[in-house]
Antibody, heavy 119, light 113 residues
Framework: EVQMVQSGAEVKMPGSTVTISCKVSGYTFTDYHLHWVQQAPGKGLEWLGLVDPADGRTKYAEKFQGRVTMSADKSRDTGSMELRTLRSEDAAVYYC????????????WGQGTMVAVSS | IVMTQSPDSLDVSLGERATINCKSSQSLLYSSNNKNFLAWYQQKPGQPPKLLIYWASTRDSGVPDRFSGSGSGTNFTLTISSLQAEDVAVYYCQQYYSSPMYTFGRGTKLGIK
């Protein structure tokens, strides 16, 4: 069975850093890009960026450039997303997703990780 | 590329047709393959989005045939031919033309009248 299992919910202080992991199974990790998508409470979906697990190359949305780092550990079939200098508007559910049929089409998603930002 | 969905919310009677619109700020039609780089997703409360349609009109595996996508260029439509109770959800369109800077619409909330 193809799965993407994310790490658990986080509560963070403003200005701190959160790291979320996404472990995949059921397909070859290096075959497809790993993407991250943000969904703020009651809001829509926003693409944050991607990492290519095969070579570690990344592409980030301009809005998050400089605050986000995505990586992939081939030995553990696990991708990670680090978001730094957290602010209140970063409170959201973060999803990992991949594109096994068509580049840019997200046909497999993790269950989501909720990040709360509060002092 | 900005994706604009309409309406923001929609209530439809069971068994009736539901239509959701999506407009892109530039054409999503790629001339070299004559395909529209547009996908539709369904999201139910507490769940991740689920892919319904890609290439504007290709249903993903296992998606019921009451879901259909149409349109080309900058104007697209998701149609549910006969609304079922389990179709209550938020629906999003997404462009993948400007790879990899993907963007989504703000969503349309579909309910039962």
């Amino acid at each position: 069975e193809v799965q993407m299992v994310q790490s658990g919910a986080e509560v963070k202080m403003p200005g701190s850093t959160v790291t979320i992991s996404c472990k995949v199974s059921g397909y070859t990790f290096t075959d497809y890009h790993l993407h991250w998508v943000q969904q703020a409470p009651g809001k829509g979906l926003e693409w944050l960026g991607l990492v290519d697990p095969a070579d570690g190359r990344t592409k980030y949305a301009e809005k998050f450039q400089g605050r986000v780092t995505m990586s992939a550990d081939k030995s553990r079939d696990t991708g990670s997303m680090e978001l730094r200098t957290l602010r209140s508007e970063d409170a959201a559910v973060y999803y990992c997703a991949t594109e096994s049929t068509t580049p840019g089409v997200f046909d497999l998603w993790g269950q989501g990780t909720m990040v709360a930002v509060s002092s | 590329i900005v994706m604009t969905q309409s309406p923001d919310s929609l209530d439809v009677s069971l068994g009736e047709r539901a239509t959701i619109n999506c407009k892109s700020s530039q054409s999503l039609l790629y001339s070299s393959n004559n395909k529209n780089f547009l996908a539709w997703y369904q999201q139910k409360p507490g769940q991740p989005p689920k892919l319904l349609i890609y290439w504007a009109s290709t249903r993903d595996s296992g998606v019921p045939d009451r879901f259909s996508g149409s349109g080309s260029g900058t104007n697209f439509t998701l149609t549910i031919s006969s609304l079922q109770a389990e179709d209550v959800a938020v629906y999003y369109c997404q462009q993948y033309y400007s790879s990899p800077m993907y963007t989504f619409g703000r969503g349309t909330k579909l309910g039962i009248k």
